[in-house]
């Protein structure tokens, strides 16, 4: 994590029309209350977009140019992310889509954190692209959903790093009296672990492409190879 720049945060929520109720709005104003407490401040810009449709999501990372990525909302396994269409009901994004998504923007985003029911299986996929990304492994309260993000975001605040401010917001979840600090799993990009990152929590099985890798012939040896092959 970069402590020495600003680091800009992508708050998306959507709770699309005939979907649960959440208090997405509650959770976001902790997310914002706890950073401006926090005596980094002036490190973080914070970039709020609600009632988030599919086509917004793009808009948004591109707009705010965000190194954190943080999504409220309904999660449906492997069925995908629920966004809202133009009408504002359900729209639903699959992983595969999702994960291609953020490979665009890998270069820039380093966390994402989707605080959605069953939402695990698509950080395991955007996790191939991304270092950090939380996920929910099955279906979890508003109130459990709240108390992670401000443990999250106030390890930030306070300069630590993503893995102490995942293990921070289950820590919360567990003070407040809540039986679901075992459902927020934090996947870490296996390309990441091998840089840096010895002895983490969750190992992505899918690491990055290195599309940086330039093929080298070695005649005479490969037009061998080509001849005995055909």
């Given at each position: 994590m970069n402590t020495d720049s600003i680091q800009k945060i992508l708050?998306?929520?959507?709770?699309?029309?005939?979907?649960?109720?959440?208090?997405?709005?509650?959770?976001?104003?902790?997310?914002?209350?706890?950073?401006?407490?926090?005596?980094?401040?002036?490190?973080?810009?914070?970039?709020?977009?609600q009632a988030v449709?599919?086509?917004d999501i793009h808009r948004a990372i591109l707009e705010h140019e965000p190194q954190i990525i943080h999504f409220s909302g309904h999660g449906a396994g492997e069925e995908g992310l629920v966004f809202e269409d133009e009408t504002g009901a359900a729209k639903l994004v699959n992983a595969e889509a999702m994960a291609g998504l953020f490979q665009l923007f890998s270069g820039q985003v380093e966390c994402v954190v989707l605080n959605a029911c069953y939402s695990q299986y698509q950080?395991?996929?955007?996790?191939?692209?991304?270092?950090?990304?939380?996920?929910?492994?099955?279906?979890?309260?508003?109130?459990?959903?709240?108390?992670?993000?401000?443990?999250?975001?106030?390890a930030?605040?306070?300069?630590?790093?993503?893995?102490?401010?995942?293990?921070?917001?289950?820590?919360?979840?567990?003070?407040?009296?809540?039986?679901?600090?075992?459902?927020?799993?934090?996947?870490?990009?296996?390309?990441r672990k091998l840089l840096n990152e010895p002895n983490k929590i969750f190992e992505s099985t899918a690491p990055k492409l290195d599309t940086n890798t330039i093929y080298i012939e070695r005649p005479p040896i490969e037009e061998k190879c080509y001849k005995a092959i055909v």
């Open positions: 708050l998306l929520a959507a709770n699309p029309i005939g979907s649960q109720y959440l208090r997405l709005g509650e959770e976001m104003r902790e997310i914002q209350e706890g950073l401006k407490r926090s005596r980094n401040r002036e490190r973080y810009s914070i970039a709020t977009a449709r599919y086509r950080a395991e996929e955007i996790a191939r692209h991304i270092n950090y990304v939380v996920g929910m492994s099955q279906a979890i309260g508003d109130k459990a959903a709240i108390e992670f993000a401000v443990g999250f975001y106030d930030l605040g306070a300069s630590k790093g993503y893995e102490f401010a995942y293990k921070l917001g289950c820590n919360l979840i567990r003070v407040a009296g809540i039986a679901e600090n075992l459902t927020p799993q934090l996947v870490i990009s296996k390309n």
